[in-house]
């Protein structure tokens, strides 16, 4: 990936890896009698003692519904939640705390632009733009959308390494173009898009940009102001936090002129039978009693990952990426599927003669965890002609040692199958 790391002048301090295995508990399990080879990251990172600490303390010690109760315990609830709240602000360099919306994660947060903005915005012979390598949270809601609206879906290609055709994409950013939703890490290919031009070219037409950071925000800096996206959309689960919880960030201007998607508690500001009106941001957009554990737990991951550094984790996962890409293409029969220049450390691969999902039970049975099938991406396997990939996916935690179990699982596959 690119990032402030690369500059050579700015070294980045290595990290203590096996010291921060430690504050992972499942990572000091054995599976199948064999130490735990945890390279499925894009799936769900592991989570750190404080994530865990932070959630059992939420409810052994001041569990209450938030901005509702004049009681202590609600209070301090209420506090915990909307100080995690300023910390995901401050993840995404967001300028404003209004503008971070709590969601259940990358998919809710998607199809709520796709409700609130796209039927507001998106009318009868209008474009949204995607990509070819969208996972399929960016790609259903905007076809049920464009379906109910009478619009068209247009998708830019990729190229054979799975980067993004650019030029391509300029070119579909159309007078009709109504949105632009764009991954910022391909989950099935690793690829890292060149978002910021992908941002500049949408906005020059005057269209805006939502973009898909459920790979990106657990790798690297992300700071949605210099990206200058309109929306960005990721999952506590992928940022070593609580599954069932995500963010929705929408630049305020955009989020004020949408309206509400769902209707409950918590998102009015008054109500009769005659007429509701909503309350302020980001609530408006919050109804019901929202995941206050999980807030709670992502804004403990939030403060976990800062502490270890996202440059740091970024620089090291770069190293992990190139061992393990000289890796597996020296292994024969392993092809990799995308191999884009800038990659995030994801290594989707097929064995010749072998079904992934083959690969994936053998190498189980090591107690080595990846991913096998098509990822949520369909139309990716589809751009390859191929029906499923094996995905080894990594975070921080994983070591160069376990990407040597992993080739060596993966010679062991070759010689059932030879
Ligand atoms: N990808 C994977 O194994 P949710 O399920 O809402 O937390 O995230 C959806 C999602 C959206 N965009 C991208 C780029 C993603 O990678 C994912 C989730 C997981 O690759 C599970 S399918």
Redesign the pocket.
Known sequence: MKRAADDPNVAAPSLDVKRLREDFPVLQRSVRGRPLVYL?S???TQKPRAVIDAVARHYAEENANIHRGVHLLSELATTAYESAREKVRALLNAADVREIVFV???????NLVASSYGRGRVGSGDEVLITAM?????IVPWQMLCEEMGARLRVAPIDDRGALDLEAFERLVGPRTKLVAV??????LGTVNPVREIVAMSHARGVPVLL?G??AVAHQTVDVQALGCDFY?F?G??LFGP?GI?VLYGRAELLEAMPPWQGGGDMIASVTFEKTTYNVLPYKFEAGTPHIAGVIGLGAAIDYVQSVGLDRIAAWEDSLLAHGTALLEALPGVRLVGTAPDKAAVLSFVLDGVHAHDVGTILDQDGIAI?TGH???QPVMDRFGIPATA?A?LAFYNTLEELEALAAGLRKVAEVFA
Do not use: F, P
Not at 104 to 110: D, Q, Y
Not at 183 to 188: D, G, L
């Open positions: 499925d894009a799936a769900t259940r994660g990358t998919t809710e947060a998607i969208e996972h399929h949270s960016n991954t910022h890490v391909s989950n099935a898909d459920a790979q959309a999952s689960h992928k599954t995500g991913r990822h949520c991406a995905r996916s």
